[in-house]
Nanobody
Framework: QVQLVESGGGLVQAGGSLRLSCTTS????????MGWFRQAPGKEREFVAH????????YYADSVKGRFTISRDNAKNTMYLQMNSLKPEDTAVYYC????????????????WGQGTQVTVSS
């Protein structure tokens, strides 16, 4: 089993920054591809970014490209999402996910999910 815990969410003004963390426990963190998804009120969950176990394969949704940066520290069993130039439309609950297959992470079919952390961007 893998347990995922997100942190770092909060309230920020438009143009501001936040850094989300996803800390894992359980099986070997470095064996898993990881990703971030988000869900705004009344909307479906959407893909934000994913990162391979090595950190070499990274992909972003067009809506966050150039503003968000995903990274991971396998020694700390933690994945990060640095969010800059935040916009009100980035307001959502952000979830991290993990799976041995990056394709499953990208498709939202990851085996493991965190409980989410709220990000609210005021205009």
């Amino acid at each position: 089993q893998v347990q995922l815990v997100e942190s770092g969410g909060g309230l920020v003004q438009a143009g501001g920054s936040l850094r989300l963390s996803c800390t894992t426990s359980g099986r070997t963190f470095s064996a898993y591809a990881m990703g971030w998804f988000r869900q705004a009120p009344g909307k479906e969950r959407e893909f934000v970014a994913h990162i391979s176990w090595s950190g070499l394969n990274i992909y972003y949704a067009d809506s966050v490209k150039g503003r968000f940066t995903i990274s991971r520290d396998n020694a700390k069993n933690t994945m990060y999402l640095q969010m800059n130039s935040l916009k009100p439309e980035d307001t959502a609950v952000y979830y991290c996910t993990a799976d041995p297959k990056i394709s499953d992470v990208a498709a939202g079919r990851g085996d493991y999910w965190g409980q989410g952390t709220q990000v609210t961007v005021s205009s």
